[in-house]
């Protein structure tokens, strides 16, 4: 059976950052695109970012233009772990984060057919 486990989550002062991980077990890792979505009450899970399963030429990463430049996703597949670095934090990023596995490296949902079970990050202002 997939499990995805998330950790890093936390609380932060605005401006600061975080680096939340994603250890992925029960398949090869390596196979699969990963996700980090984002989620706060009464909304939508939305996409934050997503990492391809890679070829010789490197890794294709996306994001959501509301982390771009301020978020990096990368992967280890020797640790079967999905990272998403967190710098420049705003109150707006408070959210549970939640990573994914999937075929493709989608910003939907139906994308990713394993979640995890989420990690909390808040951001005070």
């Known amino acids: 059976q997939v499990q995805l486990v998330e950790s890093g989550g936390g609380l932060v002062q605005a401006g600061g950052s975080l680096r939340l991980s994603c250890v992925a077990s029960?398949?090869?890792?390596?196979?699969?695109?990963m996700g980090w979505f984002r989620q706060t009450p009464g909304k939508e899970r939305e996409f934050v970012a997503a990492?391809?399963?890679?070829?010789?030429?490197?890794?294709?990463?996306y994001y959501a233009d509301s982390v771009k430049g301020r978020f990096t996703i990368a992967r280890e597949n020797a640790k079967s772990t999905v990272f998403l670095q967190m710098n420049s934090l705003k109150p707006e990023d408070t959210a549970v984060y939640y990573c994914?596995?999937?075929?493709?490296?989608?910003?939907?949902?139906?994308?990713?057919?394993?979640w995890g079970q989420g990690t909390q990050v808040t951001v005070s202002s």
């Open positions: 994914a596995s999937g075929d493709l490296p989608g910003r939907e949902h139906a994308s990713y057919d394993f």
């Open positions: 029960g398949r090869t890792f390596e196979n699969y695109a």
């Open positions: 990492i391809d399963a890679g070829s010789w030429s490197g890794y294709h990463t």
